[in-house]
């Protein structure tokens, strides 16, 4: 079992860069967040406003394991604080390669859309302090590091060249 895993902060581009990846590698995608919001029938949102974010992440893991699971290939973006639980860390790198895609700091504080984001309720700016506490992770989850530092296009090529 091979799966792609995409990691990386919030606005970094995992899922807009996962689905042109997912068509060039001819893989079923899978946004788990999105996943996770089908099946709650309801948002991230709602989710940590009613149950906290504690709560979400055992729903996270839960989604992750399903997938990781699955007996066909994925392309999976994971939300941004997947790499805050070791176990999700052991569950991607064994079941899968890892693309952590790192994107300028200040261009996701210019750029990254708030609304639809729990941690980021009180301003954009939140992103620096959140990276700096989870960069370790993230070079720990890692098997690829892929900036993100131009089309989306050009950035699914890149992970092309990598994993080749
Ligand atoms: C989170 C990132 C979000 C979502 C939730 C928490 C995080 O996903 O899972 O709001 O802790 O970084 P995106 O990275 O897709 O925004």
């Known amino acids: 079992m091979k799966h792609i895993f995409l990691i990386g902060m919030m606005g970094c581009g995992k899922s807009a860069v996962g689905q042109v990846l997912a068509q060039k590698l001819r893989l079923p995608f899978t946004d788990l967040d999105s996943k996770i919001e ?3 029938g309801r948002t991230i ?3 940590f406003q009613a149950e906290g974010e504690a709560y979400f992440r055992t729903l996270e893991t839960e989604a992750l ?6 007996k066909t290939d994925h392309v999976i973006s994971c939300g941004g604080g997947i790499v805050l639980t070791n176990r999700n860390i052991e569950i991607m790198r064994k079941t899968g390669t ?3 895609i790192v994107r300028n700091v200040e ?3 210019n750029t990254v859309d708030t ?8 301003g954009a700016g939140r992103v620096r302090q959140i990276f700096e506490e989870r960069r370790s992770c993230y070079e720990k989850a890692g098997d690829i590091r892929i900036e993100n530092d131009g089309t989306v296009e050009q950035t699914a090529q890149k992970i092309m060249c990598a994993l080749n």
């Open 38 to 40: 089908n099946e709650q």
């Open 45 to 47: 949102s709602d989710i």
């Open 98 to 100: 890892v693309i952590w």
């Open 107 to 109: 261009t996701i504080v």
């Open 115 to 122: 609304t639809k984001r729990p941690l980021l309720k009180e």
């Open 65 to 70: 394991e399903e997938m990781a699971e699955e």
